[in-house]
């Protein structure tokens, strides 16, 4: 009997330690910090924010990234970038619930239109720590301030573009991001409105991409073969112009139609310089990044500001080129 009760001793120690250990694991798993850019001991900052994109790796979300770094850097804040490595909703609003109960100093991230994004800003705000929405707004939801892109205007700009390059009648079929998509929504409509008192100009179809490369040559190719006189293509997302490039070339009528796309990704200024694409609508992704930082700080100390800050947006040609992503600073020096 006493070595069956020495037995049951051992066994309840080794499971409370095993519980204890998960316990503490999968708290520090919860919220944590990237090893690469966890602070140091010694190192006290002022404040500190989490970033969280749509996707990690793209190379858009990385610019954003980059200025919103430089400004951490330069106003003493630690900055995290956290979120899914490739876009899933799901894990996404997993990824800001976690920064809210980490009890952050602000929330620096995408507008979603839907409740379970509302509900977290409202959560955040009973918490005191603000939400800034950047790149894509979401104004339903209570956030205080929105950093990023007029996309009606970038829309409205992209059809104006077209009005210029082209004469006669066209034929223009939109490739966009995702047709549910707040911010593709409005690219969208503002090329509709420029183009609206323009007899020449028809609209003959509007295909998701789902913000991939494959997705637009795929709606790309879809739109050639349903609608064979097709003449202009408009890619509302900075992979839909590159996916129609690919697509006008191997049917070997980059020479007949126009090609407006969205963002200044390497590979669509190659398409540009070649004359494949004849122009794209340039956001300032570094600007976005370094502006949203300063606005947290701003909302920190309690300033009251315009909640929405918009930045930079204008069409290029191949004769702006050369141009590289990393100079698209939008006026803002680190």
Not at 51 to 72: F, H, K, T
Request: proline content about 4%; overall charge negative.
């Amino acid at each position: 009997m006493l070595y069956f009760r020495r037995f049951l001793y051992i066994i309840t120690f080794l499971v409370f330690l095993l519980t204890g250990f998960l316990t503490l694991y999968y708290g520090k798993e919860t919220f944590h910090f990237n090893e690469e850019t966890k602070p140091s001991a010694e190192k006290t900052y002022d404040y500190h924010f989490v970033l969280i994109p749509e996707e990690l790796d793209n190379d858009y979300w990385r610019l954003v990234e980059q200025g919103a770094r430089d400004a951490a850097k330069f106003h003493n804040v630690y900055l995290e970038y956290l979120g899914p490595k490739q876009a899933n909703n799901d894990e996404y609003l997993k990824t800001i619930d976690m920064a809210i109960a980490g009890l952050v100093d602000g929330v620096i991230t995408q507008g979603v239109a839907e409740p379970e994004f509302d509900k977290l800003v409202t959560k955040s705000r009973e918490k005191l720590i603000p939400v800034v929405t950047i790149d894509t707004d979401a104004p339903e939801s209570g956030r205080a301030v929105y950093v990023g892109t007029d996309n009606y205007y970038s829309g409205f700009l992209a059809g104006k573009a077209l009005l210029n390059d082209t004469k006669g009648e066209q034929k223009v079929a939109i490739v966009t991001g995702r047709l549910e998509a707040p911010h593709q929504k409005l690219r969208v409509q503002g090329f509709k409105d420029a183009v609206a008192t323009e007899k020449r100009i028809e609209i003959v179809a509007i295909e998701e991409s789902n913000i991939t490369e494959i997705g637009a040559q795929e709606a790309a190719h879809r739109i050639l073969q349903q609608h064979p006189k097709t003449t202009a293509f408009y890619g509302t997302s900075a992979l839909d112009g590159i996916g129609i490039a690919k697509v006008v070339k191997r049917v070997k009528a980059e020479e007949d139609l126009y090609i407006i796309g969205f963002d200044i990704l390497q590979e669509t200024l190659d398409y540009i310089e070649e004359g494949t694409i004849e122009a794209t609508v340039v956001q300032f992704p570094y600007q976005m990044g370094y502006e949203a930082v300063e606005k947290m700080i701003q909302l920190n100390k309690g300033e009251k500001m315009d909640p929405l800050q918009h930045t930079d947006t204008k069409v290029i040609y191949k004769e702006d080129l050369p141009i590289s992503p990393s100079s698209m600073n939008g006026g803002s020096k680190p």
